[in-house]
């Protein structure tokens, strides 16, 4: 899943996104899910859904897609069906310029709930997302988002300065991916605690618990001295 240059070397210097984690498949758990949808009635639609696990800060890349030349009503049926397969928490589109229309259409004619996407300060936010790609906090199911992938792998920042995106590159679906993100509540999740097999751990989490315990009660009693 690395950044690619047309003669198949790895280069992601001057792309927008850094080279992201993919994954054949979906791990188990208990799952959540929201999609962004960067809205296009010239331009393609783009919809990605993005899901984590409890206890897992790690955000999954689903599944993603786009088409050109689509009517309102025909995004909606997509939603629709995106609806009808994951139990999705939020929608969150571009709601501005054209998506306007859009976010109208769902509300009053489909009955659709959606949010309008959170879109100050994108540069802050892409080098955010770009943090969580390093840390492995990102991970894209590969054979699902294909074309996502290649706009995460093309994207290049119009200059050296790297504060635009490049004109002439494909950036719906990598939009609709921030959407999401930005959106996504994994960075909510604990992991689970660690479980305890040796017996010197076990007395001296227990020797811990014991203190912290007499620590909290002799400063409680404190307290009630000076009641």
């Given at each position: 899943c690395g950044s690619r240059k047309s003669d198949g070397t790895v280069n992601s210097s001057g792309l927008v996104y850094r080279p992201v984690t993919c994954a054949a498949v979906r791990p188990e758990g208990e799952w959540s899910y929201l999609l962004g949808v960067d809205f296009g009635i010239r331009?393609?639609?783009?919809?990605?859904?993005?899901?984590?696990?409890?206890?897992?800060?790690?955000?999954?890349?689903?599944?993603?897609?786009?088409?050109?030349?689509?009517?309102?009503?025909?995004s909606a049926e997509v939603v629709k069906a995106y609806q009808a397969r994951f139990p999705l928490s939020r929608?969150?589109?571009?709601?501005?310029?054209?998506g306007a229309a859009f976010g109208v259409e769902f509300q009053r004619r489909h009955g659709i709930p959606i949010e309008a996407a959170e879109k100050v300060n994108k540069l802050g936010f892409i080098a955010l997302m770009n943090g969580a790609i390093e840390r492995g906090e990102?991970?894209?199911?590969?054979?699902?988002?294909?074309?996502?992938?290649?706009?995460?792998?093309?994207?290049?920042?119009?200059?050296?300065?790297?504060?635009?995106?490049?004109?002439?590159?494909?950036?719906?679906?990598?939009d609709a991916l921030l959407y999401s993100w930005r959106?996504?509540?994994?960075?909510?999740?604990?992991?689970?605690?660690?479980?305890?097999?040796?017996?010197?751990d076990i007395i001296r989490a227990q020797t811990d618990a014991h203190w912290k315990q007499y620590a909290e009660e002799q400063h409680q009693r404190r307290n009630d001295d000076y009641d």
């Open positions: 331009d393609a639609c783009a919809y990605v859904v993005i899901g984590w696990r409890k206890h897992d800060r790690t955000a999954y890349v689903i599944e993603s897609m786009k088409e050109n030349d689509k009517t309102v009503t025909h929608i969150i589109g571009d709601l501005g310029g054209m990102l991970v894209v199911l590969e054979r699902s988002n294909r074309a996502l992938l290649k706009e995460m792998q093309e994207l290049p920042w119009s200059d050296a300065t790297r504060q635009k995106e490049s004109a002439g590159f494909d950036n719906h679906l990598t959106a996504a509540w994994a960075f909510l999740q604990e992991p689970l605690p660690t479980q305890l097999t040796a017996p010197e």
